[in-house]
Nanobody, 127 residues
Framework: QVQLVESGGGLVQAGGSLRLSCTTS????????GGWFRQAPGKEREFVAA????????FYADSVKGRFTISRDNAKNTVYLQMDGLKPEDTAVYYC????????????????????WGQGTQVTVSS
């Protein structure tokens, strides 16, 4: 559907912050719902946050609620994930996802709702 490129990962101490960015090439991101998922070593990929096409709807996993903020700038074809108060358990590869079809409610939380995926960016939080 669309090519996605993540950036902004890295190594940070516990309590620190990082901002991930996800940009598209070739198509306007404004037509797509956006999401962030993560996969820690030895674990399955899990939902982190998602945002509607307009940005008016945002959705979060309980484990990141109050610490992470998803946002988008459609003029820049970019979706962001601001991560504050990072914990060692947030260590994972973070993947950006996008979906052209309209999503409703709980479908935002589902990995199989998203048809386009980035390559992932590593986030490591040291204790």
């Amino acid at each position: 559907q669309v090519q996605l490129v993540e950036s902004g990962g890295g190594l940070v101490q516990a309590g620190g912050s990082l901002r991930l960015s996800c940009t598209t090439s070739g198509r306007s991101f404004s037509s797509f719902a956006g999401g962030w998922f993560r996969q820690a070593p030895g674990k399955e990929r899990e939902f982190v946050a998602a945002i509607s096409r307009s940005g008016g709807g945002t959705f979060y996993a309980d484990s990141v609620k109050g610490r992470f903020t998803i946002s988008r700038d459609n003029a820049k074809n970019t979706v962001y994930l601001q991560m504050d108060g990072l914990k060692p358990e947030d260590t994972a590869v973070y993947y950006c996802a996008a979906e052209l079809a309209p999503l409703i409610g709980t479908y935002y939380y589902r990995e199989d709702s998203f048809g386009s995926w980035g390559q992932g960016t590593q986030v490591t939080v040291s204790s």
